[in-house]
Structure formats: C-alpha cells, structure tokens
C-alpha cells in the first residue's frame, strides 16, 4: 500500500535539503586540477577597477561546480585547449565595490538586490587557450563593457565567432549558461538554492 507523503514533511525535506546546499563549502579549484590556467585578475590591478580586490589569486567554487567545470576543461583538452581563470568566487564586500564605481546591473550584479552568482560560488569568468599557450580571441578584452563583449553580437570574423560557438557550446553541455552581456562569464545552472557568501578568500 502507498501512503501519501504529508506536505508538510515535503515543506520541512526541501527546506532541509536547500539549507544543506547553502552550506557546501566552497572548494580551492586548484586543489582538485593543475590543468587550468589560473590569471585571478581581481588579485591583482589589472581590472576595470585598475585596483587590487583580493589579497590571494584563488579560484574558489562549490564542489559541484567544480566538478563540473574540471569536466568541461578534459573536453576542451581533447579539442587542443584548455580553460584561462579570470575569476571565481567573489565575497560580497567585493561585489559591493564593485557596484560602488559601476552601479549598472546589465554589468555589475547588485550587491543590494541578488548579488551575483559569482558571490555564491557558481560562476567562473574564463577564456581558452591553446595548448600551447596561445590566446585564442573573443573579440573583446575581458571586464569590456560594451557590444564587443555581448553574446548575441555577431559582426566579428568567422574565426571569433567559431571561439564563440565553441566555448558556448562546450560549458553548455557540463550545466554552463553565458550571459548576454559578458562572453567570459559562465553560470552554473543549478545554483538555486546556494546563498549569497561574504566568506575572505582563505589566503594562506
């Protein structure tokens, strides 16, 4: 016999299961794979604040996130690339600052409304490179804000938009979504349920 599940036990289950997603720590990204390249360009001034935001280059990510993201880097190796890290995880603090010199949200995710997903350790700011080590062009700088970093702006070569459709594609299909504005930031998809962190990056 089957015995209906009492919605309130359904209520208290997600809610405990949602609590539980929120405290997954984050994880070094760097710990778990040396293939990446790592350029943390908030550790350092070269940045469209052209200060230094955190006090360590880390790559900070829920384990589900990086996991996910360690297998789109082997599926890009196995195409002659591999994944340049620009950013990870960012504290709130730094969000705040951020939205302080540009307090536009097509750009800068609202530290005062939902934040950013970078500020609940499910998205990464990247690029591909070559295995060789070459730069592999997007057709804008990283942090540009203006058309020549949106998505749906196809008045390049045919070489940068087949980078496009390539790195487009490839963090799709491990649980990636690009936003319209920013070529370089990739979401996770399933991030609901992981809240706002203002947690420093644990510099050793």
């Not at 778990?32 to 900070?60: H, K, M, V, W």
């Not at 360690?70 to 705040?96: H, M």
């Not at 203006?146 to 491990?174: P, Q, T, V, W």
Request: proline content about 5%.
């Amino acid at each position: 016999m089957k015995f209906p599940i009492p919605a309130i036990l359904i209520v208290f289950l997600f809610g405990f299961v949602s609590a539980t997603k929120q405290q997954d720590p984050l994880v070094d990204l760097e710990a778990i794979s040396d293939d990446f390249i790592y350029e943390i360009r908030y550790a350092t001034p070269n940045n469209f604040l052209g200060e230094t935001l955190y006090d360590c280059a880390q790559c900070l990510l829920r384990p589900e996130v990086a996991d996910a993201l360690v297998e789109a880097n082997k599926y890009f190796q196995e195409k002659g690339y591999r994944i340049r890290i620009y950013d990870c995880y960012r504290p709130l603090d730094v969000q705040k600052k951020m939205w302080s010199k540009v307090p536009r949200a097509t750009y800068v995710g609202n530290p005062y409304g939902n934040g950013s997903i970078h500020n609940r350790g499910a998205a990464v700011d990247m690029t591909l490179e070559t295995l060789e080590g070459c730069f592999v062009e997007m057709g804008s700088e990283y942090d540009h804000f203006g058309r020549a970093a949106h998505i749906d702006n196809y008045d390049f070569s045919k070489e940068i938009l087949a980078n496009r459709k390539l790195l487009f594609e490839g963090m799709r299909k491990f649980g990636f979504s690009p936003i319209r504005t920013e070529w370089w930031h990739f979401s996770f998809r399933k991030n609901t349920g992981y809240g706002v962190l203002n947690t420093p990056l644990p510099c050793n």
